[in-house]
């Protein structure tokens, strides 16, 4: 009766091996590798929002006169403050500046000479990433003096320029304006230009 129960025993044990195929081989698994990331930079957005101020060195000279002009020009420096706004990549602008500088020439025979402005101005743009084209329309004040005369004079100013930031806060910037002042002492169409390098901080 036992070796009848031992060979039952044996015989099931070999049906149940061959019926799951023998012995399974281990499975090794291969490992998961993580998807690669791919950085694209994103546009800058409002990097010429906010306030600034800012400084420039200036090269200043008359053009447009009636009369005859001889060397009427300087150089000088000046001041400004703002404020802009972003809507997308365009870029809206209000600001001042206070630009002093040693303008001095002849006019008609008569040595004249311009001294320091006071400017308003608003500027509009379109941000190209950390490049910002502007144009400006603004409002000026200056002295004019011819040693017997002195008055003040006033008019409509405006200009082309382009800033370009270098880190989040700095930024450089450089400035072409006309101003085109009253006429003064018989002197039609009085304008003088200029161009200005500077650099602003942004906050």
Not at 115 to 131: C, E, I, N, P, Q
């Amino acid at each position: 009766m036992k070796r009848i129960l031992a060979a039952t025993t044996a015989l099931v044990a070999s049906a149940t091996v061959a019926h799951a195929g023998g012995l399974a081989a281990p499975t090794i698994e291969a490992p998961v590798t993580a998807p690669v990331a791919v950085i694209v930079a994103a546009p800058v957005v409002g990097a010429f929002q906010g306030g600034y101020v800012g400084g420039a060195l200036t090269y200043g000279f008359a053009s447009d006169y009636a009369g005859s002009t001889d060397d009427v020009d300087g150089f000088g420096a000046a001041l400004r403050a703002g404020y802009d706004w972003q809507f997308g990549s365009w870029v809206l602008g209000l600001g001042a500046e206070y630009g002093y500088s040693d303008v001095k020439g002849t006019i008609a025979g008569t040595d004249v000479s311009l001294d320091d402005t006071k400017s308003v101005f608003a500027r509009a743009g379109y941000a190209l990433d950390t490049w910002l084209p502007y144009a400006t329309l603004g409002y000026t004040w200056s002295g004019y003096d011819n040693g017997t005369t002195s008055v003040d004079l006033e008019g409509a100013s405006y200009g082309l320029g382009v800033e370009k930031l270098f880190t989040a806060n700095w930024s450089g910037f450089a400035e072409y304006t006309v101003n085109d002042f009253d006429d003064v002492n018989g002197v039609s169409d009085l304008d003088t230009q200029a161009v200005k390098l500077g650099v602003n901080y942004r906050f």
